[in-house]
């Protein structure tokens, strides 16, 4: 198969699974192969990704440190893609999920592209609708992506919900605190 196809089937097998079909599992490629090849979803999401942090831009004062920025904002969202995948690899043992690790950093890494349709979709609603707040449409979708995200856990690891929940918010913190700690590094107030 041919990496145009497997992206496009793992994509397709993504939309499946949000429709909470679990037979999309059946469109990824669970190899060491497709594992790796599944990084290839941070390179679709990094078009999206800077436009939003540029955007972020358009209000900033006009002495704010613009390339600092965007350059640690780059390296942290380089750092998330793999923070999470190696803090799994750590927990996976203890869950006793470890043969399930592949598999599920497989899904959780393509779902990402569909993750970010959403919330650009919410922000396009968000836009033209103003009158339901700045960030209602933005937490809809952020609390969806989230339930996203624990059935995700809970279909390829094959755990109850409470640990599923704790998997998907702690990627969801660790995220946030790579974030808060690259913001400070871009205004140079980390100590």
Same mark, same amino acid.
């Given at each position: 198969?041919?990496?145009?196809? /497997?992206?496009?089937?793992?994509?397709?097998?993504? +939309?499946?699974?949000?429709?909470?079909?679990?037979?999309? !599992?059946?469109?990824? =490629?669970?190899?060491?192969?497709?594992?790796?090849?599944?990084?290839?979803?941070?390179?679709?999401?990094? $078009?999206?990704?800077?436009?939003?942090? +540029?955007? =972020?831009?358009?209000?900033?004062?006009?002495?704010?440190?613009?390339?600092?920025?965007?350059?640690? /904002?780059?390296?942290?969202? @380089?750092?998330?893609?793999?923070?999470? $995948?190696?803090?799994?690899?750590?927990?996976? $043992?203890?869950?006793?999920?470890?043969?399930? %690790?592949?598999?599920?950093?497989? @899904? %959780?890494?393509?779902?990402? @592209?569909?993750?970010?349709?959403?919330?650009?979709?919410?922000? !396009?609603?968000?836009?033209? *609708?103003?009158?339901?707040?700045?960030?209602?449409?933005?937490?809809?979708?952020?609390?969806?992506?989230?339930?996203?995200?624990?059935?995700?856990?809970?279909?390829?690891? &094959?755990? $109850?919900?409470?640990?599923? &929940?704790?998997?998907?918010?702690? =990627?969801?913190?660790?995220?946030?605190?790579?974030? &808060?700690?690259?913001?400070?590094?871009?205004?140079?107030?980390? *100590?």
């Amino acid at each position: 198969m041919n990496m145009s196809s /497997e992206t496009l089937r793992a994509l397709y097998g993504t +939309w499946r699974i949000a429709r909470g079909d679990a037979n999309g !599992l059946t469109f990824f =490629d669970f190899s060491l192969n497709g594992f790796w090849r599944s990084f290839l979803a941070a390179i679709i999401v990094f $078009p999206a990704f800077a436009f939003l942090r +540029w955007h =972020d831009l358009l209000e900033a004062p006009e002495d704010f440190p613009v390339g600092r920025y965007m350059t640690v /904002e780059v390296v942290a969202y @380089v750092i998330k893609w793999l923070a999470f $995948p190696v803090l799994m690899y750590q927990v996976m $043992p203890i869950l006793g999920r470890t043969e399930r %690790y592949i598999g599920f950093i497989t @899904v %959780y890494n393509w779902s990402s @592209v569909l993750q970010m349709a959403v919330y650009l979709v919410a922000l !396009l609603l968000g836009v033209l *609708f103003p009158m339901l707040g700045p960030g209602g449409f933005v937490m809809v979708a952020v609390i969806a992506m989230l339930v996203y995200g624990v059935y995700i856990a809970r279909l390829t690891l &094959s755990v $109850p919900i409470p640990t599923a &929940s704790a998997i998907v918010m702690a =990627d969801f913190l660790l995220s946030m605190v790579i974030t &808060s700690i690259g913001i400070r590094l871009a205004l140079g107030q980390l *100590f």
